[in-house]
Structure formats: structure tokens, C-alpha cells
Nanobody, 116 residues
């Protein structure tokens, strides 16, 4: 299974970006998908997570970011509005769950840079 992120880039504070995560090589719908981010010198943190019925967000992005997914295609999106310089990080796509054993897949990441 491969996860490929796209949509990152450079944006001014207050601007918007939409990240996409496309999965290939899977024959089933993932139990859960999520976006994580890692800023320089910091640990990777969960930004948003979505299962079949619910989405959860980190407090720092609530009200600004929206996660969504297209289940049949295992495609996931992150709409990021009102971006702040502190949102600058590499954003990673994740898919995980249990199917004949636990699985946990990661993308390579896409850089998001927010200038002040």
C-alpha cells in the first residue's frame, strides 16, 4: 500500500491550502485515516483523524481545518483555512486499522509553509 500526499506549498498567514492523500494498492477501505504534522525540532503530532463516522481534531486547528475522505477510493483531504505561521510543518497522511492483523501506513509527507 502506498499513500501519496499533495497540495502543500507556501502561503501567507490567513490563507488556505487543501491537502490530498491518495492511496494505491489497497483492496479494502481503511478503518481510520488521519493527518499528522511535524515541525522542525518537534515531535510528530496528530492534526485530524477520521473514521467511518466521526472526525476529531487537535485543539490548535479546531474551527480552521476540515478533514474528509472518499471511502471507496481511500482518498482523504484536509482543508486548511486561516493558516498561521505555527502551522508550518511537514504534513503526513496515515491509514491504520485491523484486518487479518494490525496495519499502519504512512505517506512521505508534504511541506506546508506559512509566512507571516
Amino acid at each position: 500500500v502506498q499513500l501519496v500526499e499533495s497540495g502543500g506549498g507556501l502561503v501567507q498567514a490567513g490563507g488556505s491550502l487543501r491537502l490530498s492523500c491518495a492511496a494505491s494498492g489497497s483492496t479494502f477501505s481503511f478503518n481510520a485515516m488521519g493527518w499528522y504534522r511535524q515541525a522542525p525540532g518537534k515531535a510528530r503530532e496528530l492534526v485530524a483523524r477520521i473514521t467511518s463516522g466521526a472526525a476529531t481534531y487537535a485543539d490548535s486547528v479546531k474551527g480552521r481545518f476540515t478533514i474528509s475522505r472518499d471511502n471507496p477510493e481511500n482518498t482523504m483531504y484536509l482543508q486548511m483555512n486561516s493558516l498561521k505561521p505555527e502551522d508550518t510543518a511537514v504534513y503526513y497522511c496515515n491509514a491504520n486499522g485491523v484486518r487479518f492483523g494490525r496495519y499502519d501506513y504512512w505517506g512521505q509527507g508534504t511541506q506546508v509553509t506559512v509566512s507571516s
